[in-house]
């Protein structure tokens, strides 16, 4: 099992930069696929961004491709997502999970990951 902490979520205006991290803890960080995603208020929640266990393949919405970037640093047990250009459609609760899985894969569903932190909030001002 793992334990998700996202940090870093804020309040930024309409062309700023926030860098969100999500820290792990219980099993070794290397054996999962990582994704990031967000929820407005009012909608369901949907896929950002995705990166498989070594951190040599990302996969990105169309909504946040060439804005937002993922990576991860196994030593540190940190998943990240580096925003930048944001909009104010970007506005939404974020949260990192986990998939326990023994391929080099990234997966898009929510319903393929089995963990999930507790969200963090960012805000974009026009």
């Known amino acids: 099992q793992v334990q998700l902490v996202e940090s870093g979520g804020g309040l930024v205006q309409t062309g700023g930069s926030l860098r969100l991290s999500c820290a792990a803890s219980g099993r070794t960080f290397s054996v999962y696929a990582m994704g990031w995603f967000r929820q407005a208020p009012g909608k369901e929640r949907d896929f950002v961004a995705a990166?498989?266990?070594?951190?040599?393949?990302?996969y990105y919405a169309d909504s946040v491709k060439g804005r937002f970037t993922i990576s991860r640093d196994n030593a540190k047990n940190t998943l990240y997502l580096q925003m930048n250009s944001l909009k104010p459609e970007d506005t939404a609760a974020y949260y990192c999970?986990?998939?326990?899985?023994?391929?080099?894969?990234?997966?898009?569903?929510?319903?393929?990951?089995?963990?999930w932190g507790q969200g963090t909030q960012v805000a974009v001002s026009s």
């Open positions: 999970a986990a998939r326990l899985t023994a391929y080099s894969e990234y997966p898009r569903s929510s319903r393929s990951y089995n963990y």
């Open positions: 990166i498989n266990r070594s951190g040599t393949s990302t």
